[in-house]
């Protein structure tokens, strides 16, 4: 997939550009605080209808202004043309559209232009709470199965049941709760099942990117590790409902899952250091793109690069440069506040590319003989 235009109004600090790209490489070079990586965000926000940092719709929209739209036209890889439109106006609900058609659901958009968006917010992926683990999971997956999303949408429903019921004063309807931990059960094997065959063909992508960037200089691993792992999922749910009901949530289920990483067989989180949980984020990122391109059919990923070169050695540096100029990767878009490490993968990316200046939210293409 290639995203050949992208018009942004409106979207935090970017007032109003329209871009024409380079169909491999787009660098955007400006100081912090410039508008880069709010830009990575708009594209971001094309294939997964919300902002990658989490941020509200309503504080999308810059300041004193009262809608954002952002717009992209896109080629498939078989040539086939896409426009994706969002704008949500302030107090309203926002409206995504492909090919100018309204989705009923938005669920049914993801998966369509498969991105990957590598920042330096992915520390905590190894810094944060479990919930971040498994949001790395969910993210790929729900890009190549729909019917993940479906179940992870119907157990955290459930969940949501149950845990209304725990914290309620009165005893709670004991048929009520076995509905919702019999929809809890079915729909977290799904995701457990998911989770895990994507995990056990995931690790060995992950521990070869990750031997490559470090010269094989340290070794890695992931665990997935689940309370489905324990026996039937309904029974473990049931098996402390009382503790549950003192504390007023649910103890178990795969709301609960996580990966454990390590790093020469120590807890990465204890004995990693700044280049290595960084190398090791940053090859998490990059293996999920390789599963991608391998399960989505007929589509390359996107790959936006959010200042990755930071708290990392030059040996380090070069063999990212050589991994993400490869024949492997498709439409790249990478920020930087300097050209020296975007030169080096432009040295090796061919002659086509753009380059991008980026001051205040506005957003100018730099001529090479400027």
Known sequence: MILKRISIVNYKNIAAANIVLSPKVNCFIGHNGAGKTNLLDAVYFLSFCKSAFGTRDSQIITHGQEFFVVEGDYEGDGGTAENIYCGMKRGQKKHFKRNKK???????????IPLIFVSPSDSILIEGYSE????????????????YIEALTAYNKALQQRNALLRQDAEPDPSLMDLWEEQMAENGNVVYKSRDAFIQEFIPVFQDIYGRISRNSESVSLRYVSHAQRGPLLEVI??????????????????????EMQIDGYPLKIE?????????????????????????SNTTPLLL??????????????????????????????????RENLDKILAHSGPDYKIFDVENGEVSERKEED
Not at 133 to 147: A, C, G, N, P, T
């Open 102 to 112: 309204e989705y009923r659901r938005l669920s049914q958009h993801i998966g369509l």
């Open 132 to 147: 971040e683990r498994r949001r790395l999971m969910d993210v790929v997956i729900s890009q190549y199965d729909h019917s």
């Open 238 to 259: 049931r098996r402390d409902r009382a503790k549950d009901r003192a504390v007023g949530y649910s103890l178990h289920g795969i709301h609960r899952d996580d990966l």
């Open 272 to 296: 990693g250091s700044q280049g290595q949980n960084k190398t090791f984020s940053l090859a998490l990122k990059l293996a999920q793109f390789n599963f991608l391109r391998r399960t989505v």
């Open 305 to 338: 690069l959010d200042d990755i070169f930071d708290k990392l050695d030059s040996q380090r540096v070069e063999q990212i440069v050589q991994l993400v100029s490869g024949d492997g990767y498709g439409q790249i878009f990478i920020t930087d506040t300097n």
